[in-house]
């Protein structure tokens, strides 16, 4: 790297050598002075802007950004954290300023557009209708576009399930449970069981809704089972609220739904390592901290959708600086996901 380039990214401990410029540190704005909109949209103009530009001037592109060069700035050590955990810089940009020009290096997998899950599709698009403007419509429709063909109609159903940023529409899914829940009504579900692979209908009296790690589950009395159980609410089909009035629950049902809107279940012990723990607690709630010191952090996690697979999926998202130490059967989980992880590189 030549004397007059400039890395978008923190500075050694060393001081840089004479004639290198690096970005210097900079105290956190105000949450109040930064609109996360007009920040999201900058960048995304940005990058693309930059690629199709190598070596564009700072002021240049600041202008064409419609802020200032030291705003500008900010933005490129921002997109540094782009990337997947533990988020180290260049996992997906390489953003340098040399002699007062901008050059942005995209990884290779940008090469080709990016062909989307509707599940990953539908997310997005939630997100966009959530950000509002006049675009989102054109946004849905081309990540609609990004779906495979046979793919497109599960898309269409996810998108209109799937809200954020506002309260669910009154005809929606959770829209009819929550009503039915507050005028206690019975409700008529098409429910996906996932053990028996099976579509069934179902009469459910609904006792409360809790959002358990990305998910929404109904807890409520099945009437053909005859005891509550918990139903998650992307795998109703339909749901049709019915006339049939339901008594308050009793005391021990109370009791148990109070249980299910809680964390619970078996905790989840996973040790991390240094770079683990610096990005793992600095996210809010999810890990209780058992142990804490130089070498990294032992963690526990609890709670109404974390297993086994959870915890390893978790700790292997850190590329071996964490690991899985209990209970004894999420340990045997993460060790032989790990084997057959190695295995494939013998």
Request: include cysteine; glycine fraction near 8%; hydrophobic fraction near 40%.
């Amino acid at each position: 790297m030549s004397a007059a380039r400039r890395r978008i990214r923190p500075a050694p401990a060393a001081p840089a050598p004479a004639g290198k410029r690096r970005a210097k540190a900079r105290p956190a704005r105000s949450a109040s002075r930064i609109d996360p909109r007009d920040r999201l949209r900058r960048v995304l103009f940005l990058v693309p802007y930059a690629v199709r530009h190598p070596g564009i001037p700072v002021k240049e592109l600041a202008r064409r950004c419609g802020c200032t060069e030291k705003e500008l700035m900010e933005d490129l050590d921002f997109l540094l954290g782009v990337g997947s955990p533990p988020f180290a810089p260049d996992d997906f940009l390489d953003l340098y300023v040399e002699g007062e020009r901008v050059y942005v290096a995209l990884h290779q997998s940008f090469s080709r557009p990016p062909r989307f899950t509707e599940s990953e599709a539908a997310a997005l698009a939630a997100a966009a209708q959530a950000l509002g403007g006049e675009g989102r419509e054109r946004v849905v429709r081309a990540l609609r576009d990004a779906v495979p063909r046979d793919r497109r109609a599960s898309f269409d159903e996810l998108v209109g399930r799937i809200y954020a940023g506002s309260p669910p529409a009154r005809d929606s899914v959770l829209g009819k449970l929550q009503r039915a829940i507050a005028e206690r009504r019975a409700v008529r579900l098409g429910y996906h069981s996932a053990s028996r692979a099976a579509d069934t209908d179902r009469i459910v009296r609904p006792f409360t809704l809790a959002q358990r790690f990305g998910h929404w589950y109904l807890y409520g009395h099945d009437s053909e089972r005859g005891k509550a159980l918990a139903f998650r609410v992307d795998r109703i089909r339909e749901c049709t609220v019915t006339e049939e009035r339901f008594d308050p629950p009793s005391e021990a049902e109370l009791a148990a739904a109070r249980l299910f809107s809680e964390p619970s279940g078996e905790s989840m012990r996973i040790r991390l390592g240094p770079v683990a723990a610096a990005w793992a607690l600095a996210r809010p709630g999810g890990l209780t901290i058992v142990k804490r010191d130089r070498a990294g952090a032992v963690v526990e996690a609890s709670g109404l959708g974390l297993d086994e697979r959870w915890a390893t999926r978790f700790a292997l998202s850190f590329g071996g600086d964490a690991e899985v130490i209990g209970p004894a059967s999420a340990r045997r989980t993460f060790a032989e996901a790990v084997r057959r992880t190695l295995a494939r590189y013998a």
